[in-house]
C-alpha cells in the first residue's frame, strides 16, 4: 500500500522537518503487520513528494488472526474486509504527529468551512469558476475532519469538492461520517431512505458534472473508520471511539465510530438517546470527534465533540492539536431545523436522559465545558 504527500510550499523540502524523515535518507519502522518505509521520490526547494510504502507480512497476520471463516481458506487474511487494507494503512500513519486542525461536522457549509479555514491560517486556492479546490496552511499543519461533510447544507458538492482536493494533495485526512455512508450507498444504486437532508445532497449532485459525481462515490469509498495518529496519542473517529477499539479492524469497530452506541431509549423528540461513553473513558489518547450536535465544545475525560450545529446555525468548530485551542466561526444562517434543540437544557436533559438511578452512577465522573473562540 502506498500513500504520497506532496507540497509546493518553499522551501518545500521542510516537510522532512515536518515529518521528522530526512529527505536524502529510506526511513523504515516494523509494525506488527509488516514494515512502513518512509522515502522521498523528489526533494527540492520547489517540490517536496513524501512516500509511505506499507508492506504488509501476510504471515504476521496470521500470527494475529484468531478466527477463521469456515470454508474460506484465505479467511485469516481477509476477515475483516473491507476494512482491512485502509486501516493497516491508518496505522502506519498513527507516526504523523501534526500540528492538526481537528475540524467538526461541515453539513455542506462550505462558506462556513471557507472562513474557518481562514480563522485557522489557511490560503484556500480556487479553480477558474473560483471554487475552492484546495487548501494549505504556511506553518505546514494537516487539517483532519471528522466526517458529515455532507448534507442538510446549501453546497454539500463545494465542501466535497475542497475536502476531496485538500486529502489528494496530502494537506487534509477524513474519516467516514454515517451520512457519507448513506450517500455513498445511494450513489452505488443501494435503497436507502431518502431523509435527514440527503434529499438535498441529491438534487446537489444532479447539478454536477457526472465525473464529479463518480468521483465522490470513490473518495467515500476510500474513507476508513478512524486515525490513530500521533503515536497514539490522538484518535479522531466520527461517533468517537472507546479505547479498547483504537487502531482496530471490523465491523463493529466500523459501526461504534460511524454511529456510536445507544441506550436502547428515545426522548421526547423520538431520537435515540446516545450512550454516554465518553463519561466511561480512561484512555490516554486524545478522542476527537462529531456526530451528536452539542452548543459548545466540550472536553470530557480526554475527549471532545466538535459537532456545534454549523448546519442548524450554531457555529462551525475546530481543534488546533496538539495546543488544544478552539476555534470557531459562526453559521451565517439556520440552513436545516433541528430535530432536538441545541440548547444546553435540551442537551442536559433529553440527549442524555440521565434519571436520579443514572447520575448517581455516573457521579464522580468529571467534566470540563470550554467555551467557543
Known amino acids: 500500500m502506498l500513500l504520497t504527500v506532496t507540497t509546493t510550499h518553499v522551501p518545500a523540502t521542510d516537510l522532512g522537518y515536518l515529518l521528522v524523515k530526512h529527505p536524502d535518507r529510506v526511513h523504515s519502522l516494523a509494525l506488527p503487520t509488516g514494515t512502513a518505509y518512509v522515502c522521498y521520490p523528489e526533494a527540492t526547494a520547489q517540490r517536496c513528494t513524501a512516500a509511505l510504502l506499507l508492506d504488509v507480512d501476510p504471515r504476521r497476520l496470521t500470527a494475529k488472526t484468531r478466527r477463521v471463516v469456515a470454508g474460506l481458506t484465505l479467511g485469516r487474511y481477509v476477515n475483516d474486509r473491507p476494512y482491512a487494507a485502509s486501516s493497516l494503512l491508518a496505522a502506519a500513519l498513527a507516526e504523523l504527529t501534526g500540528p492538526f486542525d481537528l475540524i467538526g461536522d461541515v453539513h455542506g457549509c462550505r462558506a462556513e468551512l471557507e472562513a474557518l479555514l481562514a480563522k485557522l491560517g489557511w490560503t484556500v486556492d480556487r479553480d477558474d469558476s473560483g471554487r475552492p479546490v484546495h487548501a494549505t496552511h504556511p506553518a505546514g499543519r494537516t487539517a483532519v475532519f471528522v466526517g458529515d461533510l455532507v448534507d442538510r447544507g446549501p453546497d454539500s458538492p463545494g465542501v466535497l469538492r475542497l475536502v476531496m482536493g485538500m486529502v489528494a494533495a496530502g494537506t487534509a485526512l477524513c474519516v467516514s461520517g454515517n451520512h457519507e455512508q448513506k450517500l455513498l450507498r445511494k450513489l452505488r444504486g443501494r435503497e436507502v431512505k431518502v431523509s435527514h437532508g440527503l434529499a438535498e445532497t441529491l438534487d446537489q449532485l444532479a447539478a454536477e458534472p457526472p465525473g464529479f459525481v463518480a468521483g465522490v462515490g470513490t473518495f467515500l469509498d476510500g474513507l476508513i473508520s478512524h486515525y490513530v495518529l500521533d503515536g497514539g496519542r490522538l484518535v479522531v473517529a466520527h461517533a468517537g471511539l472507546k479505547e479498547q477499539y483504537h487502531g482496530r479492524a471490523s465491523g463493529r469497530v466500523r459501526a461504534f465510530a460511524l454511529y456510536g452506541d445507544t441506550t436502547g431509549e428515545t426522548d421526547e423528540y423520538g431520537l435515540p438517546v446516545r450512550y454516554p461513553w465518553a463519561r466511561e473513558y480512561r484512555g490516554s489518547a486524545t478522542v476527537v470527534y462529531g456526530h451528536t450536535p452539542t452548543p459548545t465544545a466540550e472536553w470530557v475525560n480526554n475527549t471532545i465533540c466538535l459537532d456545534t450545529g454549523a448546519v442548524f446555525g450554531g457555529a462551525l468548530t475546530a481543534l488546533r492539536y496538539p495546543e488544544r485551542e478552539i476555534v470557531s466561526v459562526p453559521a451565517a444562517a439556520q440552513y436545516y431545523a433541528p430535530a432536538r434543540p441545541l440548547g444546553p437544557a435540551a442537551r442536559e436533559d433529553s440527549a442524555l436522559n ?20
Open 354 to 373: 440521565l434519571n436520579a438511578e443514572k447520575i448517581s452512577i455516573l457521579a464522580g465522573h468529571p467534566v470540563s465545558r470550554t467555551s467557543m473562540v
